[in-house]
């Protein structure tokens, strides 16, 4: 008879698999972009009639035109919303390559947009975008620049209107990290620090975030498969007691992706794309907002490569 070799005992790796090597984190999201996953999940919503067109002329530089034809709403003195007719059209230029993007848009009305992003070392980028409008105060410009190390990243804002601003966000273990925000407005002479958290693995993101403006906000995502993601955010204000929550969820179908949204205000939201051929798509968006009895409805049609 052949002899039963011994039983082998597995060894504990559980000690090895969860030991975390601090000059090995990875590098975090940027600051600003920390409740990214909730807001992807937010559906796009627009009234009236909408019709884009793109056209790549070049495989870095390509043309978009967009019009559209909808209800503008004003507010009345009796605090009423009034919705008048009309109808926009808007020209954009865009150059984008691995180092360096430029995208302009102008209306018929002469209000022109821009932003501009460079990578001017590895670690170093410098950004800007910027409003021109012949209206009083609403021309603005704003400029950032990034720096990304290892495991952190700092940023430093300046923009009209005496803007300055820094944040800094570091990750302490592969699936935290943590960051701070100071910013000033000269204009209004006001001033701000903030704080923020962020947790991350392969199921969910959950963040918060406060600053001493009154400000918090907190968001939750949970993938539920790999085409599926829920989506829960919680906005408060402690100086002015206001609070909304809200629950959204992000599908993506074979041929379509189903974004939608509810609000303790008692708004539902929903916006469609889909794919007809590689070529064309629909988009369909809706809100009923029960609160103020508003209700949209619109659809638009993509057009181009």
Excluded: W
Excluded at 20 to 25: A, T
Excluded at 101 to 121: C, N
Excluded at 227 to 246: F, G, I, P, Q
């Amino acid at each position: 008879m052949a002899a039963i070799p011994p039983t082998t005992i597995p060894s504990d790796t559980s000690k090895v698999d969860q030991h975390v090597d601090y000059r090995n984190l990875p590098l975090p999201i940027p600051f600003e972009e920390l409740h990214r996953e909730a807001l992807m999940s937010k559906p796009e919503v627009f009234e009236g009639a909408r019709f884009d067109f793109n056209k790549v002329l070049t495989p870095n530089f390509f043309l978009s035109h967009s019009a559209t034809m909808g209800p503008m709403e004003v507010q009345s003195r009796s605090s009423d919303i009034i919705k008048i007719s009309t109808a926009n059209y808007e020209f954009g230029a865009n150059y984008i390559d691995p180092k360096l993007m430029l995208i302009g848009r102008i209306t018929q009305e002469g209000r022109l947009t821009g932003r501009f992003k460079y990578d001017l070392l590895d670690n170093i980028t410098l950004k800007a975008n910027g409003q021109l409008t012949s209206e009083p105060h609403m021309s603005q410009v704003m400029g950032t620049v990034d720096y990304k190390g290892s495991d952190y990243r700092a940023q430093v804002q300046f923009g009209s209107g005496a803007l300055f601003g820094a944040n800094y966000i570091q990750s302490v273990t592969p699936n935290l990290s943590l960051g701070g925000e100071i910013f000033y407005t000269g204009q209004h002479r006001k001033s701000g620090v903030g704080y923020a958290a962020r947790y991350s693995n392969n199921k969910m993101v959950a963040t918060g975030q406060v600053a001493n403006t009154g400000m918090v906000a907190l968001s939750y995502v949970h993938r539920a498969s790999e085409k599926v993601s829920l989506a829960t955010e919680l906005m408060y204000n402690y100086m002015s007691r206001d609070v909304t929550a809200s629950v959204g969820y992000d599908a993506m179908l074979r041929q379509a992706r189903v974004r939608g949204k509810v609000d303790s205000n008692g708004c539902v939201s929903a916006f469609v794309e889909e794919r007809i051929n590689p070529g064309l798509g629909f988009l369909l968006s809706a809100e009923v907002d029960h609160g103020r009895k508003d209700y949209k409805f619109g659809f638009g049609v993509n057009v181009g490569e």
